[in-house]
């Protein structure tokens, strides 16, 4: 089972703040996302790669940066927090594009 | 974009029999349509895909059934069990290599015993 690790697990953090969400995979994988779920809205893609320094733009990226450094991680950075941004996140990889993703535990995070 | 809609927001049923979700998409591009499960307080996980070279998928107690002319699929678990109760959501995707894959809202299906 492929393995994606997301942390932190909880993030709390004040308007206008700075938050970075990490995320490891150690499949290889060369597709990483980022999802956020909120009720009403399922899962919204904000970001994908494709690879180490590629980067792809989803459906709801304002506000939102991210970095894919190497192969296995893949950040999300809000550099200016704000209330709509308070989310459960998630992470996923995959080998073959948009076939069998494999989602990590999630980040929720809070922003007050 | 693709959107894609999922028709039951909430969907219960009694143990054993059959339950049905149902998803629309925009699209006609659109060509690959997976299926993921959330249980309670957990991840996504995959369960079950179709492609549009077919109009019928099954896996085990797991059904997809695909109208192109439509633009309709959906998802039927037969011989439901407490265990299947979870948020299943559908998705689309035009293209598979492009990585990009859009979900619906999600249905919260409850299995009573």
């Known amino acids: 089972e492929a393995a994606v690790t997301q942390s932190p697990r909880n993030k709390v953090t004040v308007t206008g703040g700075n938050v970075t969400l990490s995320c490891r995979q150690t499949n290889s994988h060369n597709y990483m996302y980022w999802y956020r779920q909120d009720t009403g809205h399922g899962l919204r893609l904000i970001h994908y790669?494709?690879?180490?320094?590629?980067?792809q733009i989803g459906d709801v990226p304002d506000g939102y940066k991210a970095t894919r450094t190497t192969q296995e991680d893949f950040f999300l950075l809000l550099e200016l927090a704000s209330p709509s941004q308070t989310s459960l996140y998630f992470c996923?990889?995959?080998?073959?594009?948009?076939?069998?993703?494999?989602f990590g535990s999630g980040t929720r995070l809070t922003v007050l | 974009g693709e959107k894609v809609e999922q028709h039951e927001s909430t969907l219960s049923v009694r143990e054993g029999d059959s339950a049905v979700i149902n998803c629309t998409y925009t699209d006609t591009a659109s060509s690959y349509f997976p299926w993921y499960k959330q249980e309670a307080g957990k991840s996504l996980h995959f369960v079950i895909d179709?492609?549009?070279?077919?109009d019928r998928k099954q896996s085990q107690r797991l059904i997809v059934l695909l109208d192109k002319k439509a633009k309709r699929f959906s998802l039927h678990i037969t011989a439901t069990q407490p265990e299947d109760s979870a948020i299943y959501f559908c998705?689309?995707?035009?293209?598979?290599?492009?990585?990009?894959?859009?979900f619906g809202d999600g249905t919260v299906l409850t299995v009573k015993p």
């Open positions: 998705a689309a995707s035009m293209n598979t290599n492009t990585g990009k894959l859009t």
């Open positions: 179709i492609r549009s070279n077919v």
């Open positions: 790669s494709y690879g180490a320094g590629n980067l």
């Open positions: 996923a990889s995959s080998d073959q594009g948009a076939e069998t993703l494999y």
